[in-house]
T-cell receptor, first 111, second 114 residues
């Protein structure tokens, strides 16, 4: 039973446009959310996070939005660049140490 | 200068064999993890060690035994390998055991059991 879901396995976007990656979760006890980015043959790297007491967190071109009532978060990348092409994992945490990851979304940014 | 390294990068072996994957971090972190990425690409925590002590042990078969000789190393030994063990295994580390602390991942070890 997957508690964190990324329903879009892939997304293709033109360079310069906005990329929106979505993530849904089922456990209302999750109180912290993270996005990790993964290039082929490398491990995931931390990108951005948000606490459940916030609804938005921004870091440069990356913004994460959290809608607790809908149990939904999204990662916006604007403007998208070819170097952003990677697999993006959403992860959630509840009062403890254990991250629960989604299945990832492959983003392809076309020049 | 690699922060979290794993060896080997690829491992192909027969069912029933015993194998080990090594992980080392040079970040000075006190917490290390093992994750399994299955065929559906989900990353799932297996174990977590803080200061060489086990703090997370998910429902992993006892054929998997982590060993932390010191804070910089967390090795994974797998006995009696099965086909279902085929996956990519990632080691990670963080400073502090809280999940909010950024985890740094190794490049992964692709295990194929034939």
């Amino acid at each position: 039973d997957q508690q964190v879901k990324q329903n879009s396995p892939s997304l293709s976007v033109q360079e310069g446009r906005i990329s929106i990656l979505n993530c849904d979760y089922t456990n209302s006890m999750f109180d912290y959310f993270l996005w990790y980015k993964k290039y082929p043959a490398e491990g995931p790297t931390f990108l951005i996070s948000i606490s459940s007491i916030k609804d938005k967190n921004e870091d440069g071109r990356f913004t994460v939005f959290l809608n607790k009532s809908a149990k939904h978060l999204s990662l916006h990348i604007v403007p998208s660049q070819p170097g952003d092409s990677a697999v993006y994992f959403c992860a959630a945490l509840k009062a403890g140490n254990m991250l629960t990851f989604g299945g990832g979304t492959r983003l392809m940014v076309k020049p | 200068d690699t922060a979290v390294s794993q060896t080997p990068k690829y491992l192909v072996t027969q069912m029933g064999n015993d194998k080990s994957i090594k992980c080392e971090q040079n970040l000075g972190h006190d917490t290390m993890y093992w994750y399994k990425q299955d065929s559906k690409k989900f990353l799932k925590i297996m174990f977590s060690y803080n200061n060489k002590e086990l703090i997370i042990n998910e429902t992993v078969p006892n054929r998997f035994s982590p060993k932390s000789p010191d804070k910089a190393h967390l090795n994974l030994h797998i006995n009696s390998l099965e086909l279902g063990d085929s996956a990519v295994y990632f080691c990670a580390s963080s400073q502090g055991a809280r999940g909010t602390n950024e985890q740094f991942f190794g490049p992964g070890t692709r295990l194929t059991v034939l």
